[in-house]
């Protein structure tokens, strides 16, 4: 088989080394790809927003199943191009994917439905906003309503970084046309939980729960980043919230999205909080969640391309999906500055025992050497018997890595661990 996987970060390596676990697939193309995955696909030079090169490449290659991992081909309709010449995919046509393109969608959604959520308010005309922000109860949430790179959202601590943040949105288009609509919403407390979910668009198929850890400092300090490391499975999410979670949330927003005519198709993650109301939703996104792939797909036991095909074919109710007993660690390694400036270019050291352990997101082959090329540099993952044992296995993985400008929080876990001794 010839597969096809659309995207170049960490979350595409990590799906791309779990498919070559099958036997039956020849080659995986990844488009583009970066330095570190070309060591275990072809990296192929489109952009992963292109969509007419995309299909143009699947349709000569004769690819025979595609992966489209990120958000913006999802939601800009890659799967219905694809489709469109009979190739399958994993993932949610634009119908489906826009619950992680429309904060608005997805909120009036889980309102219509009763989808334990926030309360919230939506606005279109800045003045209105900055009006409702004179009275609004503080902190609270500012989200710009489409996708910005995970970097839509502002906690406001005080009303007037609220106003800002409505200001920078929906006046200084700061986020583009995704400001357009804002959502201005509760602000929630309690732990939360990241689940990622396999849905053929009936059934559901919940994956092991994993923490994140946002924040670029140790301490959860420090500004909001793409992720810094993540562990699995997250000791609160217990037994008895998954089945609440299930009855709750899960399958009541498949049924909602059924409802609507958007049957989605793939893998939908749910943001969670575990609030002293019980668990409500903060966000849904309509993909595998980068970095908490990192650590789910390393514990899947399950073929992972048999599962993707029965969620493109609907046969996920009789397709076993199941995970290993145990836990694991990511941490990611990024440059130094991170999420804000920082430098590239600075060759890598990954010792070839490590690099199996090592899912590659921001770098580039420059003269036969691997060089930093992002922010996020790489992700570090090791699986074990006891939460402990996987952190400092990462840990003891991470400083065998080097490049200059190298920067890691050293406290993945932590939280995770006091958890448990609780």
Sequence with gaps: MKIMVVGGGGREHAIIKKLKENPKIEVIYAL??????????????????????IVEFAVQQHIDYAVVAPDDPLVLG???????????????????AIIEGSKVFSKNLMKKYGIPTARYEVFDQMQAALEYLDSAPIPTVVKADGLALGKGVIIAQ??????????????????GKSGEQIVIEEFLTGPEV???????????????S????????????????????TVAPNPYYTPAIARQCMQEIFLPTIRAMEAEGRPFKGCLYFGLMLTPQGPKVIEYNCRFGDPETQVVL???ESDLLTVMQATTNGTLAQTPV?????????VIMASGGYPSHYEKGFPMHIP???????????????????????GRVLGVTAVADSLQEAVQSAYDMVEQITFENAFYRRDIGAKALAAKEV
Excluded: W
């Design 32 to 53: 583009p790809g970066n330095g570190g995955i070309a060591a275990d696909a072809v990296c192929v030079p489109i952009g992963a927003k292109d969509i007419p090169a």
């Design 78 to 96: 890659c799967v219905d191009a694809l489709n469109e010449k009979g190739i399958a995919c994993f993932g949610p046509n634009a119908d489906a």
């Design 194 to 208: 990241s689940v990622l979910a396999f849905t053929d668009g009936k059934t559901l198929k919940p994956m092991v």
């Design 158 to 175: 005080t009303r007037q970084e609220a106003k800002n943040a409505v200001v920078a949105m929906m006046q200084d288009k700061q986020f």
């Design 352 to 374: 070839q025992a490590v690099f199996q352990n090592v899912y590659v997101a921001g770098a580039c082959v420059k003269d036969g050497a691997l060089v930093t090329a992002g």
């Design 298 to 300: 390393p514990l899947l």
């Design 322 to 330: 199941s995970f290993r007993d145990a836990n694991a660690c990511c």
């Design 210 to 229: 994993s923490m994140d850890h946002k924040r670029a400092l140790d301490g959860d300090q420090g500004l909001n980043t793409g992720g810094m490391g």
